[in-house]
């Protein structure tokens, strides 16, 4: 009998090992009953056995019933009311170490007490008056507790919502918060007016900066949104399996361009409004606590890269999509819908009338110089949006209020470190960015390399001029040797006219040359005249 017996799940420790005692002999309290009632073994030596060691076993668990309870009761205090002198609240280091939080300070022991005496209650002990008397409070003290417990909840969430940059930010309202929260670390639970005089301050408080965490959080997330909507952003607007002339295809980006330099600027009004609301919840620490501008100043500079950042991603995705347009492979040559931009080839002839030179209307270097200007312009979109820091400083410096606003806190909005400030425009940085030059290289290098290849095209075409050598354009020459020609030079040069037609007639009409369609139609109508 040296070993305890077992504790169930949420019993308390003295009271526990008894209120397993007891159920275990009201089980075999059944089971001895039963055996009473096998009236043919009124005469077994079995039956005298059990019996005589239930009654053993039933003494040993009584005992052990009667010794838990005078050992607990010889464990009680003599003044209970001593677990109520503590504060209501105390601080804890959070398991990772970068913040403090509160914790409901309610005597453990007091808990374990009131839990001890209801189950002796349930056992049929009886309880001594002076822990009976501490008992008759335990309603009204886990009431308080309770209570108590929702105010460092709200407190407790106000701290772990935020990030350690954000807690910074936060330091002079968390402070004033935690002013309110200071007479829990001296009241005591034996005190009067916990709900009214703690509780209800503590909460009132803790729910309006609440409130400002939330809003301050949602403007996070708006901006932080809208900085995604501008990365997914494509100043370029390009189909596929569309062929554009150049004037086409110039007009169609300036159009779109227009449209997205609207979206860019409703964008980042949107994101200066909202900086502007955010900046009205710390105004007055702002005007108050050197410590709070700093970090304000670093909070923009955060979001001002983040701008920049989303824009320089549209720019270089937008230049990508050009440079991806530019690149085909030989199986892209073979198709006649994988070509970006489709060139009308003309013959032209000279003051002289001798033989056409053909020609790309416009020529290659136009369409570069084109589609160039139109990368330029794409680096450029954002040259009319001003820096987010200095947008701010106008916006707040400029503004008016009423007279009779007794809230409003004017401030000189500066920045009190201006090496924090990014001085350089959204377009400055642009034309700087490695990316977004590299790809423009790589555009101009296309172009490089398709006029060749164009040239060498229209080259292969002017086999159609002459035949066996013959210039069929020679001008003036041509007249003076008609006059001495005879009838079969006539037919022969006719003839050669008509098979020239017929070649000229039976060549492709649309030839593909890497990224760009060549139209031979405009030169086959003019060679047929």
Same mark, same amino acid.
């Given at each position: 009998?040296?070993?305890?017996?077992?504790?169930?799940?949420?019993?308390?420790?003295?009271?526990?090992?008894?209120?397993?005692?007891?159920?275990?002999?009201?089980?075999?309290?059944?089971?001895?009953?039963?055996?009473?009632?096998?009236?043919?073994?009124?005469?077994?030596?079995?039956?005298?056995? &059990?019996?005589?060691?239930?009654?053993?076993?039933?003494?040993?668990? #009584?005992?052990?019933?009667?010794?838990?309870? +005078?050992?607990?009761?010889?464990?009680?205090?003599?003044?209970?009311?001593?677990?109520?002198?503590?504060?209501?609240?105390? +601080? +804890?280091?959070?398991?990772?170490?970068?913040? $403090?939080?509160? &914790?409901?300070?309610?005597?453990?022991?007091?808990?374990?007490?009131?839990?001890?005496?209801?189950?002796?209650?349930?056992?049929?002990?009886?309880?001594?008056?002076?822990?009976?008397?501490?008992?008759?409070?335990?309603?009204?003290?886990?009431?308080?507790?309770?209570?108590?417990?929702?105010?460092?909840?709200?407190?407790?969430?106000?701290?772990?919502?935020?990030?350690?940059?954000?807690?910074?930010?936060?330091?002079?309202?968390?402070?004033?918060?935690?002013?309110?929260?200071?007479?829990?670390?001296? *009241?005591?639970?034996?005190?009067?007016?916990?709900?009214?005089?703690?509780?209800? !301050?503590?909460? $009132?408080?803790?729910?309006?900066?609440?409130?400002?965490?939330?809003?301050?959080?949602?403007?996070?997330?708006?901006?932080?949104?809208?900085?995604?909507?501008?990365? @997914?952003?494509?100043?370029?607007?390009?189909?596929?399996?569309?062929?554009?002339?150049?004037? #086409?295809?110039?007009?169609?980006?300036?159009?779109? +361009?227009?449209?997205?330099?609207?979206?860019?600027?409703?964008?980042?009004?949107?994101?200066?409004?909202? %900086?502007? /609301?955010?900046?009205?919840?710390?105004?007055?620490?702002?005007?108050?606590?050197?410590?709070?501008?700093?970090?304000?100043?670093?909070?923009?500079?955060?979001?001002? /890269?983040?701008?920049?950042?989303?824009?320089?991603? %549209?720019?270089?995705?937008? =230049?990508?999509?050009?440079?991806?347009?530019?690149?085909?492979?030989?199986?892209?040559?073979? @198709?006649?819908?994988?070509?970006?931009?489709?060139?009308?080839?003309?013959?032209?002839?000279?003051?002289?009338?001798? /033989?056409?030179?053909?020609?790309?209307?416009?020529?290659?270097?136009?369409?570069?110089?084109?589609?160039?200007?139109?990368?330029?312009?794409?680096?450029?979109?954002?040259?009319?949006?001003?820096?987010?820091?200095?947008?701010?400083?106008?916006?707040?410096?400029?503004? $008016?209020?009423?007279?009779?606003?007794?809230?409003?806190?004017?401030?000189?909005?500066?920045? !009190?470190?201006?090496?924090?400030?990014?001085?350089?425009?959204?377009?400055?940085? %642009?034309?700087?960015?490695?990316?977004?030059?590299?790809? %423009?290289?790589?555009?101009?290098?296309?172009?490089?390399?398709?006029?060749?290849?164009?040239?060498?095209? =229209?080259?292969?075409?002017?086999?159609?001029?002459?035949?066996?050598?013959?210039?069929?354009?020679?001008?003036?020459?041509?007249?003076?040797?008609?006059? *001495?020609?005879?009838?079969?030079?006539? #037919?022969?040069?006719?003839?050669?006219?008509?098979?020239?037609?017929?070649?000229?007639?039976?060549?492709?009409?649309? #030839?593909?040359?890497?990224?760009?369609?060549?139209?031979?139609?405009?030169?086959?109508?003019? =060679? *047929?005249?």
């Amino acid at each position: 009998h040296s070993q305890l017996p077992p504790i169930l799940f949420l019993h308390p420790p003295k009271a526990g090992h008894a209120f397993w005692a007891k159920n275990f002999l009201t089980r075999i309290d059944g089971n001895q009953q039963l055996l009473q009632r096998c009236w043919d073994l009124s005469n077994s030596a079995e039956k005298e056995e &059990v019996l005589g060691n239930y009654g053993k076993t039933q003494k040993v668990v #009584e005992d052990v019933i009667k010794r838990e309870a +005078r050992s607990w009761k010889e464990s009680l205090i003599d003044n209970p009311g001593a677990y109520l002198e503590i504060p209501l609240i105390d +601080r +804890r280091d959070d398991s990772k170490g970068d913040v $403090t939080t509160l &914790v409901v300070n309610f005597s453990p022991e007091l808990s374990i007490l009131f839990a001890e005496v209801r189950y002796w209650q349930r056992l049929g002990e009886v309880i001594p008056n002076h822990i009976a008397d501490i008992c008759t409070k335990e309603e009204r003290l886990r009431a308080s507790r309770e209570n108590v417990a929702l105010a460092v909840r709200a407190f407790n969430n106000i701290l772990t919502s935020l990030n350690t940059e954000e807690r910074r930010l936060f330091s002079a309202s968390i402070a004033a918060l935690e002013r309110v929260y200071e007479s829990g670390f001296t *009241k005591l639970w034996s005190g009067q007016g916990i709900l009214e005089y703690f509780v209800k !301050p503590c909460r $009132t408080e803790a729910d309006k900066l609440q409130r400002v965490v939330d809003a301050y959080k949602h403007g996070v997330q708006y901006v932080n949104h809208h900085c995604k909507v501008l990365q @997914s952003t494509l100043a370029v607007d390009i189909q596929k399996k569309q062929q554009y002339s150049a004037d #086409e295809f110039e007009k169609r980006q300036e159009d779109h +361009r227009a449209a997205i330099k609207e979206k860019v600027y409703k964008i980042h009004t949107a994101i200066l409004d909202t %900086m502007k /609301k955010l900046f009205d919840f710390f105004r007055r620490d702002y005007a108050e606590h050197a410590r709070i501008r700093v970090e304000w100043h670093k909070f923009v500079e955060k979001i001002e /890269k983040e701008i920049e950042d989303s824009l320089k991603t %549209m720019v270089k995705k937008s =230049l990508q999509e050009i440079e991806k347009s530019l690149q085909h492979s030989k199986d892209d040559d073979r @198709s006649n819908e994988s070509q970006l931009f489709i060139l009308e080839v003309e013959a032209v002839f000279g003051p002289s009338e001798n /033989k056409p030179t053909i020609e790309t209307r416009p020529p290659v270097n136009t369409l570069s110089h084109k589609v160039i200007n139109i990368g330029k312009e794409i680096i450029g979109i954002a040259k009319a949006i001003p820096r987010l820091e200095g947008a701010l400083t106008k916006l707040i410096n400029d503004e $008016t209020h009423d007279v009779d606003d007794k809230k409003f806190v004017q401030v000189q909005y500066a920045s !009190p470190n201006p090496d924090t400030e990014l001085q350089d425009t959204y377009h400055d940085f %642009m034309t700087t960015e490695n990316e977004a030059l590299q790809s %423009m290289k790589r555009i101009r290098d296309a172009f490089d390399g398709i006029a060749d290849k164009v040239k060498d095209e =229209l080259n292969r075409r002017m086999q159609f001029q002459s035949e066996g050598g013959e210039n069929l354009w020679a001008g003036s020459k041509q007249f003076s040797r008609m006059k *001495k020609w005879s009838l079969d030079d006539y #037919e022969n040069n006719i003839r050669k006219h008509k098979n020239l037609e017929k070649a000229i007639s039976g060549t492709d009409s649309l #030839e593909p040359c890497s990224f760009i369609m060549l139209d031979y139609n405009p030169m086959k109508q003019t =060679l *047929k005249k």
